[in-house]
């Protein structure tokens, strides 16, 4: 005899074709809940300019993959180029030069690189 699970999203209770777990961390605790892929993408949207403005935590983020819970954003659509090395100094360079706080390594804030580039823009024009 088989035996079938269907998963149930939690959010509207609607059983459809690709409900599946989340799992994420908020405030020390973790949570899971099973969504369908529309509430899916709500979450994912409610949340994307939070996880892009964040840090990673540097306690946590060398976890094993299957016990890291955290909310995955990864729409390819709106994730920005990868900038080369001399980019990325360039904007710390200018972010320095105008006064704002950005460390020597790892990620720069979205502002500060918004800022940049609204600054580069205007200078060309």
Same mark, same amino acid.
């Given at each position: 005899? #088989? $035996? ?10 609607? !059983?459809?074709?690709? $409900?599946? @777990? ?10 899971? !809940?099973?969504?369908? %892929?529309?509430?899916? +993408?709500?979450?994912?949207? #409610? !949340? @994307?300019?939070?996880?892009? #403005? ?9 976890? =094993?993959?299957?016990? /890291?819970?955290? /909310? *995955? ?7 920005? %180029?990868?900038?080369?090395? @001399?980019?990325?100094?360039? !904007?710390?360079?200018? /972010? =320095? ?9 790892? *990620?720069? /804030?979205?502002?500060? $690189?918004?800022?940049? +580039? ?8």
């Amino acid at each position: 005899m #088989a $035996v079938v699970t269907t998963r149930v999203d939690d959010l509207d209770n609607d !059983i459809t074709d690709g $409900v599946e @777990e989340v799992k994420f961390m908020f405030d020390g605790v973790y949570f899971t !809940i099973d969504l369908g %892929p529309d509430n899916k +993408e709500k979450f994912e949207k #409610a !949340i @994307e300019e939070y996880i892009n #403005a964040a840090s990673p935590d540097p306690q946590t983020r060398h976890a =094993n993959p299957g016990q /890291a819970y955290v /909310a *995955r954003v990864q729409h390819a659509a709106n994730q920005e %180029p990868k900038r080369s090395k @001399e980019e990325l100094q360039a !904007i710390r360079d200018w /972010a =320095n030069a105008n006064g704002l706080q950005v460390a020597e390594k790892g *990620r720069i /804030a979205q502002s500060v $690189v918004d800022q940049y +580039e609204h600054a580069m823009a205007t200078a060309k024009k």
